[in-house]
Structures are given as structure tokens and as C-alpha cells.
């Protein structure tokens, strides 16, 4: 029996974030693909709370919450480090993770899927986090300085996913002349040789995006 | 005087805000505690140490502000690591504690709000509903967690504790104004026993408001809203 199993979802990013951590460290785990119209019992039984993916189950013992389980990889495994040794650093990186998942995720996302006036406000909000990212990113490679932390592999949904969902709405939010370093930073990572084995392919991507949006 | 290198944005009432001084007072940090009035213009001072999201608290050290409240908690845990450690040492109890205290703060205190907005009794009826799900499923955490001792964090008071004991004020407040009794000795012993442990442990009794203060509050606040919006 693996010791390390990841129940996940191929278009999830919170998955996509977890695998990325696992490989970072060069964690060797099993895969298990999870139909989330029908999810299967293990994954229900890993996390009857909120039912969801991703789900790292570890010499038998699940954690749930991407970000929890991050932080759980990070502790566990040695390997490069995906958050910063310095407390402060941490806490930062911590901060910039929940601004992603909590303020910029839920505004993108109706911007996307919002019709009308909901729908601009939504817009105009998320313009207005971005220059904070936007800010972040002044004078870094990564958020995480010369490598891939944390706070890259959180803010992939933004790099990766939110490009297909825009250039199928035809909304221009993320665009270079607003935002140049947060575009040179999506260029950066999306084409990282480590990353870019780890992406979904762009077609399987825009075909799941005309179902869900 | 010389300033503290330590000082936290607050409000009294704020359970994110009273978890953080439990924090400081676990591990008897030295500190200012500048309270932020609640019903004023926000200060000066917190608009620039919080830009984004202008709200307490925020742990100001050595100059360098750190927001939201469990990202405090634990910075501060990091930092001051010869005192009692708030957080667990083994990396799977770590993450139980960081999933117990996300949970209560993203699923079960939002459903807390709702009572407040529900407009009629069978409304209130369905979120009293959810919320006690969500006490019986804490019930069970703190079984887990506290493996029989006295707290979640077992003989000394931890994270969960902090997390889920700076409501406690405000669970008393619900049940003043008409809603459910949470921490029922019936349906929740475990956590029934716990709150009254919590309530008089050294450390945190005085930092947790009397829930008449915190009524007379939530009074004011709620006429001073209704006269705005009148």
C-alpha cells in the first residue's frame, strides 16, 4: 500500500497546488482521480466535513484544505522549502495566500460567471486587488523571490486557470498594459520547466471551462 | 516612556482580536494594546498598518504590522518559542488544529451570523439547524483532540482553545437575546465542561468580555445601524 495517496480532481487547482508541493519535495505518492458528480466513498469517508478535494491521505491518517495540507507537506518532507524560514516572511506569505483565495478567487470568479452589474462590480473589485499583487511582484521573479514558493503555486489559478476563463468571456481584466509584473510573473511560472509538466493541457482546460462557467 | 516593539490593533469586543491577546498573554509578551473604536472613523494608524483589508487586529512588531488573526497567532507562536507552545509540535496535529480553526472560523461563525439576519422563526428554526450540526461535529473534535484531558490542546490550553474560546462571550450574547443554548451539558458535555475550564484559566479570563458588556454593545451598534440606514 502507497504511503502517500492524493485524492484530487485534474482541474481542481487547489489539487494542482498540492501535487505541486508533493513534487517539489519529490514526494512519491499515488494518484487517485475523483469524479466530483460522483464522489467516491474513500473520499467521503476522508473528508465527510466538507467533501471535497484535494485529500492527502499519509500512512493512512487524511488531511484536508489545501493550504493546511501545504503547510503539513512543507513540515514533513524535507526537500526545498515552499514556505520562508523566517517568521515574518511566513506570515507575509501566509497573508498573500488567504488575499488570493479569499478576496481575488471569489471576485474573479464572478466576474466570470456574473451577468450584468454584479458582474462589473465584480470586475472593477478584482482590478483593484490585482494592483496589489501587482505591487507584490515589483522586483521579484516569484512571489517567493528567485524560486517558486508558496504563494506561486496558490496564486496558480490566477497564472493559469483565470486565462482561459477571460479569453473565453472576452473580458479584459488581466491584461499587460495594466498589470506588467503580474503578467512577466504569469510568463515565468506557467513556463517553468518544473511547472509546465504539471499543468493541464490548455484544450481539456477550455472544453471543462465551457461547462462550468 | 520608550515605545513597546509590541503592539496590537484591537477592539475589546472582537473575538480575532481577543485570541490574539490570549496569544500574547499565553506566551507574556510585553505589549501596548491601542483599542480601535469601533463605531469611529478607523485610525490613521490601522489604515496604514492594514491597507487592504483596514480591519483589526493587527500585531505591529518591531514596526512590522502581520494581520489576520490566526496568521498572528501563529507568527507570534514562531517568534516566541520559549514560552508554552500554542500550536502543537507533530506536523499531523498541527494540521488538525489548522483545520478545526479554519473550520470554525469559515463555516461555523458565518452560520453564527445568520441567525442575526434570519427573518422569520422558521428561518431562525433551519440555522439553528446548521449551527448545532456544526457544535456536535466540535463536540467530537474536542473528544479527539483532547484525548480526555482538559482542553483541545490537551493539559495546557492551544490553538483550537484560543480560537473557538474567543467567542465564548458572544456564544453567551446569542443565548441572552433569545437563541440556542450551544454548549448544552446534554448535547455537548465535553464542550459544556471545557468552557467553563476555559473561562477560568489564568490566562485568558480577563481577557474574554462579560457578555452583558458585550449585550450593551451589540445594543449600541445595532441602534447606531438602524439609525444610519433610517
Redesign the interface.
Known sequence: MAEVKLFGCWYSPFSRRVEMALKLKGVEYEYIEEDLSNKSHLLLKYNP?HQKVPVLL?NG?P???S???I??ID??WEGPSILPKD??E???A??WV??IDEKCAVAMWKACSSPGEEGEKAKEEASQLLK?LEEELKGKKFFGGDNIGLVDISANFIGYWFGFAQELKGLELLTKEKYPNFCEWVDEYVNNNFVKENLPLKDKMIEIFKTLA | MAPSDVQLLGSWASPFSIRVQMGLKLKSIEHEFIEENFLSNKSDLLLKANP?HKKVPVLI?SQ?P???SL??V??ID??WTDGPSILPSD??E??TA??WT??IDQ?WFPIMKELEKAANDEAKATVIGKVIECVV?LEAAFEKCSKGKSFFGGDNVGYIDIVLGSYLGWIKVTELVGGPNLLDGTRTPGLAGWAERFLSHNVVKDVVPEPNKLLEFYMMVKAARASSSA
Open positions: 466535513i499519509h491518517k488531511i484536508a484544505e493550504s493546511v495540507i503547510e503539513y513540515e514533513t517568521p515574518y511566513r506570515a507575509m501566509r497573508f488567504k488575499f496589489f | 487592504i512588531h512590522k502581520i494581520c489576520e496568521l498572528i501563529e507568527y514562531e517568534v506536523p499531523y498541527r494540521a489548522r483545520f479554519t473550520y463555516t461535529l
